[in-house]
């Protein structure tokens, strides 16, 4: 079978092991919305949906791994070279880690809120280019294999952790308080679940503007000046937008744009701060993202007439509080370990070995660090320090979002050595 074939079954695999995700997670919403109107047994109603539930998602995770297998086959490398793989990666072994947690616990519901973090990241990976690139020199290296893949794996467990962590905090805060501490419990509840609706906006954004095929570029003239020998050269840089430039690059000229809603010029140019041509176009990005993401909310609110944490709580009613804080802790206990060998220790050979240095405090490398002392001082809260219940969960659910600032924010906001990653 040529390469051309593999690759055909790999795109077809992976568009087919999305869609069954997203019935698995119909599946078990109905394993467990559905008992609170079953008229016989619920918690028969329960196991019966959830078994069938786990098994869909089993078989989506079995067309997931052979998008794996036959992306590597008809390639030249494993598939974690750029973010389009990377992040493809992570949401196979997110659920792989929730296949494993769900083995061991048999909890439902958990599948609830794991499955959708999956289908987020990987509607994250289908926003970047999906052909197989070439290696460049300093990703030619089996330690970038093994740093990559183990990385992603404890970040998988670490997902998993704040899927329970969250459930918990669903459970557990009461949302027809009236003191100060209910208060503000539910303001950081609906502050999660807004960071996560942004997420899906940006996801929303993008694909929108690309059906409707949208494209503005903008022209800078780029000048350098070399530090030794103190020439000045200038080169003509060319960035193309696939969304509506509210800010255009930095002291940059329109050399095309299509009009939006009878918007024909950009709203702002990026400060002078904000240098580089792609610089703008990332900006330009997340201004989008959040706004898409408060539109979504918006709507939402609109159409439920009260918060997504009040809506979604009741459906946690009979699971043990204390159940979801173990599952929590032990998702992430598991994923420490894998996460430090990944991230740091064996991150660490490779960059000496493709730069010539352990550690350079490249942005990503900061936020890996940052990430790991994070849990690090979890993993210490918990066991010296008696945290757990809710304390523990904020923990876990923080946590997290710094996760995903490593992988998304730093990959779009900030420039450095790991922009290879199919991001500019």
Known sequence: MSSFDLLEISKHAFMYSFFIYCASFIFFAVAVMGRNWSNRNPEQHMRKWGRIAFTTSSI??????LYFGTRWAGGTHIPVSNMYEFMSFLSMMIMIAFTVVFLIYRKTTLGLFALPIAIIVMAYAAVFPREVQPLIPSLKSIWLYIHVTLAATGESFFAVGFAAAFMYLLRTVNFKGTDKSDRRQRRWVEFTLFSIIIVIGFIV??????????????????????????VSTSKVENVAYTMPPIIAPYDSTTDHMESFIGITEPLFHAPSWIDGITAGRKLNTI????????IIYILLRLIIRRSLGELVSPLLKGLDPDDLDEIS???????????????????????????????GWDPKEVWALISWLYYSAYLHLRLSRGFQGRKASWLAVIGFLVIMFTLVGV???????HSYAGTN
Do not use: C, D, K
Request: net charge positive.
């Open 60 to 65: 989506g995770l079995a067309g997931h791994l």
């Open 205 to 230: 954004a993008v694909f929108a503007f690309r059906l409707g095929g949208y494209e503005t570029v903008f022209t800078r003239e780029h000048v350098t000046t070399s530090a030794t020998t103190g």
């Open 287 to 294: 201004v989008w993202s959040i706004l898409a993401g408060i």
């Open 329 to 359: 802790y032990r998702a992430i206990a598991i994923g420490f370990p894998i996460f430090t060998l990944g991230a740091l220790v064996f991150a660490m050979i490779w960059a000496q070995q493709a730069w010539g240095r352990f550690w």
């Open 411 to 417: 990959n779009l906001v900030i420039a450095g050595l």
